[in-house]
């Protein structure tokens, strides 16, 4: 497409949008959770129509020479949809939350004041690799009552547009707009540009992906943005953890998996326990090929350790860049701090304000954490690998925002929804 077709097929797209929108905001539970159930089948039954358009990509891709990591999130196998499917049917078996009112009270007045739970209207969703979010998005747009413009990485086109049709087959078979999610079709860059600068269509824009896509999202869209630019979250050991406990959190939060944005980046330990607990959690990460990025104290105390020292531990002198630091990868930093104050202190100044937690059992230095850690997801005594919809009960999750304004943490349901002021009286006036 030249330019002036993409301007035509974004302006077509929002418009049906919009419109779409509206009859999604009417439709009841039970005919959203229908068309959730019936995407869920269709996604079941479309096994050998998705593997061929994935093996498109796939073959695309390879022969591009993306990266073996890249090419592997691109797959739709077998797994990755019956993970989908299962997501749709979870949500069709949550409580609509469109509609609810919250927070009535009568007042002086006479008259009685509450909030609406109403659908943000249309979303623009940006994302890169992975097809499931097609799917992902679709579910949630359809649960929450708002319609959605996808729009997925050039890479996953023909799986994406195969995933997009069996939406489309399941909003039309329980009689909802067809309109209500739609795929942009053309992989034009230009596309991203007219979606993020459509505010009489869009009303807010949500990027999933890496840095540089959320940071040009954020620089150029004229309609709001729920982001989140990085996953620099942090584990702190107090000095009163219990260390079988802590080595469980603090492993599982950095090497269950590396790459997603809640796996940990940074472990803080209180210096009380740091000489008992740091060659423990040391003999973990070098068994598991984990390089170790320290600060002088920690460094001291790993390089002292004669049995750590014949493990192979990867000890590297950390530099002040690695506070702030996103690996997805198989490194750590690692700091010695004198307490959960200066704890509480570095991640407030390093981390990405996305999750970070506390090993403790001193109820005083977890509360204080909780209150005092500006983070959108703290967590006490459990990995920060649980920051994500399904394990928060939200079901399928369309992205994790780190803003403070409307959404914060997992996006799910009630992040795609606003509150609007509802007033019910019996004739007053105002005097």
Same mark, same amino acid.
């Given at each position: 497409m030249n330019a002036f077709n993409v301007s035509e097929h974004m302006q077509t797209l929002g418009l049906q949008a919009k419109t779409a929108a509206f009859l999604m905001a009417?439709? $009841?539970?039970?005919?959203?959770?229908?068309?959730?159930?019936a995407l869920a089948?269709? %996604?079941?039954?479309?096994?050998?129509? *998705?593997?061929?358009?994935?093996?498109k990509d796939l073959a695309r891709a390879t022969a591009a020479g993306l990266s073996a990591p890249m090419v592997d999130r691109l797959k739709l196998t077998p797994k990755v949809i019956e993970t989908v499917a299962l997501g749709c049917e979870q949500l069709a078996g949550m409580a609509d939350v469109i509609g609810e009112i919250i927070g009535m009270k009568q007042q002086p007045s006479g008259i009685r004041v509450g909030q609406m739970r109403v659908p943000i209207?249309?979303?623009? @969703?940006?994302?890169?690799s992975r097809p499931n979010v097609t799917i992902e998005a679709a579910s949630l747009a359809i649960k929450s009552g708002n319609a959605a413009i996808l729009r997925g990485g050039s890479e996953a086109i023909e799986s994406n547009?195969?995933?997009? /049709?069996?939406?489309?087959?399941a909003l039309a078979e329980a009689g909802l707009p067809v309109e209500a999610v739609q795929l942009v079709q053309t992989t034009d860059r230009e596309a991203v540009g007219q979606l993020i600068a459509m505010p009489e269509f869009v009303d807010v824009i949500i990027p999933r992906g890496g840095k540089g896509l959320i940071e040009r999202i954020s620089r150029d869209a004229k309609v709001p943005v729920i982001k989140h630019l990085d996953g620099n979250c942090h584990v702190y050991v107090d000095d009163t953890a219990e260390f079988e406990m802590a080595l469980r959190i603090v492993d599982n939060a950095k090497t269950q998996k590396y790459s997603p944005c809640n796996a940990?980046?940074? %472990? *803080?330990?209180?210096a009380a326990v740091a000489e008992d607990f740091l060659p423990r959690i040391a003999a973990i990460f070098a068994a598991k090929? !984990?390089? @170790?990025?320290?600060?002088? !104290?920690?460094?001291?105390? *790993?390089?002292?350790?004669?049995? /750590?020292?014949?493990?192979g531990a990867r000890v590297v002198d950390a530099v002040e860049s690695d506070w702030s630091e996103e690996y997805l990868a198989a490194v750590i930093s690692i700091k010695v701090v004198e307490g959960v104050d200066e704890a509480i202190a570095h991640?407030?100044?390093?981390?990405? &304000? &996305?999750? $970070?937690?506390?090993?403790?059992?001193? &109820? !005083? &230095?977890?509360?204080?954490?909780?209150?005092?850690?500006?983070?959108?997801?703290? @967590? !006490?005594?459990?990995?920060?690998?649980?920051? $994500?919809?399904?394990?928060?009960?939200?079901?399928?999750?369309?992205?994790?925002?780190?803003?403070?304004f409307h959404a914060r943490g997992p996006v799910g349901i009630e992040g795609l929804t606003s509150l609007k002021y509802v007033v019910l009286g019996q004739g007053e006036v105002r005097s």
């Open positions: 009417r439709a $009841d539970a039970a005919t959203k959770n229908r068309a959730l159930k089948k269709r %996604l079941r039954e479309a096994g050998p129509a *998705l593997a061929e358009a994935n093996e209207g249309v979303f623009g @969703m940006i994302y890169e547009k195969a995933l997009a /049709l069996l939406v489309s087959g940990a980046e940074g %472990l *803080l330990v209180s090929g !984990v390089e @170790m990025r320290c600060d002088p !104290v920690a460094a001291r105390i *790993l390089r002292a350790d004669d049995a /750590l020292a014949g493990s991640i407030n100044r390093y981390s990405s &304000h &996305h999750t $970070d937690a506390i090993v403790t059992r001193d &109820h !005083v &230095h977890a509360q204080r954490f909780l209150r005092e850690v500006d983070s959108a997801s703290v @967590m !006490v005594n459990a990995s920060t690998r649980f920051a $994500d919809g399904f394990e928060f009960g939200l079901g399928a999750e369309i992205g994790i925002s780190t803003d403070k």
